[in-house]
């Protein structure tokens, strides 16, 4: 088995050994990586190719160690390296080596020349870490979507590594990623926060409307600090109604509070 060393100094690429490898090769030879602080943080996605119309990824796992795809290396002949990060906004590319690919025994038609599926797998997993952002309100509906922009626009500037027909691909990733923003609004829906409610208890009652609140809807009311003070004194209970909630208090509050309402919607 040959295990190439490359060692990444912020975006010079270099390789530490020369192995043999031979066409017609699968899940059998394998990169090694080694990387400065400057890549620290970023997901890194190996990229080999032969001909720039068939370019292969390979992400990879905590050891910066990865499988050199099959495909990449199917014939006798000159294959390209390079990396490749993406962190946040931020996308880091380095320069490209070679390797020489001896003939093999088997190489050309033998072997599948499908790409993997893997760097479109990690992007799928950030689309998720932003979904998952906007269930703990770290996001809103429009910031999502401007979220999916950035994204396609970092993605388009992956050229620099002459990636062929990678929007083609992305169009049908971000056709499945219509699912993940539909679950967001839904769960946008279901649950808000409406913040910053002044609380004015009359003869015990306090009644804040809201259109947002239906006779369905369960409702929690969290005071501030200096208005928690005054409320723990006494039972508040909320009772929701179509378009409104009616804060009931057990004694006379006569200061104003604020709090902040979260509505759950059935």
């Avoid at 400057?38 to 910066?64: H, I, M, P, R």
């Avoid at 932003?130 to 994204?151: D, L, W």
């Amino acid at each position: 088995m040959a295990q190439i060393r490359l060692v990444l100094e912020k975006q010079l690429l270099t390789i530490q050994n020369r192995e043999i490898i031979s066409s017609g090769d699968s899940n059998y030879d394998t990169c090694i990586l080694t990387f400065d602080k400057s890549w620290e943080g970023f997901t890194k996605t190996a990229v080999f190719y032969q001909d720039k119309t068939n370019v292969q990824y390979a992400v990879l796992d905590k050891d910066n160690t990865c499988v050199i795809p099959a495909a990449a290396m199917a014939r006798e002949g000159r294959m390209h390296i390079g990396v490749f990060g993406i962190k946040d906004t931020a996308v880091l590319t380095s320069t490209l080596e070679t390797i020489e690919i001896a003939e093999g025994a088997i190489s050309g038609g033998n072997i599948s020349t499908e790409p993997t599926d893997d760097v479109f797998l990690a992007i799928i997993a950030q689309y998720q870490r932003i979904v998952e952002m906007m269930v703990q309100y770290e996001s809103t509906a429009s910031q999502f979507n401007e979220q999916m922009a950035e994204q396609n626009r970092i993605l388009e500037t992956l050229n620099a590594f002459d990636v062929v027909e990678i929007s083609q691909r992305l169009d049908v990733i971000e056709d499945r990623m219509v699912n993940y923003t539909n679950l967001a609004k839904i769960i946008m829906n279901r649950e808000v926060i409406i913040r910053d409610v002044p609380i004015k208890f009359v003869n015990k009652v306090c009644k804040v409307e809201n259109e947002v609140i239906t006779a369905n809807s369960l409702c929690d009311v969290y005071f501030d600090e200096y208005s928690f003070e005054i409320a723990s004194k006494a039972l508040i209970l909320p009772v929701a109604f179509e378009g409104y909630i009616e804060l009931s208090s057990s004694i006379d509050i006569m200061d104003e509070l604020k709090a902040n309402i979260l509505v759950r919607r059935n």
